[in-house]
């Protein structure tokens, strides 16, 4: 994948006080976005319901963090973990994700996901850990390119 944007390297900061909330259905398909994620992914909230909550993935986000993530899911527990997402205008923003299952009469209805921001430092060092487990999978590396 190959981004040629000047935006893609552009970061949006999530304020301290905000709180993204959306919700999917069994296929991950968004049912639920708050405004603060509609505001901080660029997107229009009829732009985001009915589409794979993966509209917004980074494509520094390694594969192996998604597999823990529905591994844990499957496992009726709550996963937390720290995110790089991808803008409409392919910026990006950072957050610490907490993402569990919708439960009614024992049978899981639905997943929901609260994100908050984070620091500098979180952000520098998942973006080195993130890095190097692309590159360990043989996934996709970042290149940027300055013409």
């Known amino acids: 994948m190959e981004y040629n944007e000047s935006e893609f390297l ?22 639920y976005a708050n405004e603060t994620f509609c505001e901080i992914s660029g997107y229009e909230q009829d732009e985001l319901l009915g589409k794979p909550h993966n509209i917004v993935r980074h494509p520094d986000m390694p594969r192996e963090a998604f597999r823990d993530l529905w591994q844990t899911l499957q496992e009726k527990k709550q996963w937390i973990g720290i995110v790089k997402n991808m803008r409409k205008d392919k910026g990006f923003y950072w957050v610490k994700a907490i993402v569990s299952g919708v439960y009614k009469k ?42």
């Open 10 to 31: 552009i970061e949006t900061e999530v304020p301290a006080e905000e709180l993204i909330i959306s919700r999917t259905d069994l296929q991950g398909n968004i049912t």
């Open 106 to 147: 024992g049978e899981l209805v639905e997943y929901k996901s609260l994100r908050t921001p984070i620091d500098y430092e979180t952000k520098l060092h998942y973006q080195k850990l993130y890095d190097t487990m692309r590159k360990e999978n043989n996934e996709l590396q970042r290149t940027v390119v300055y013409k």
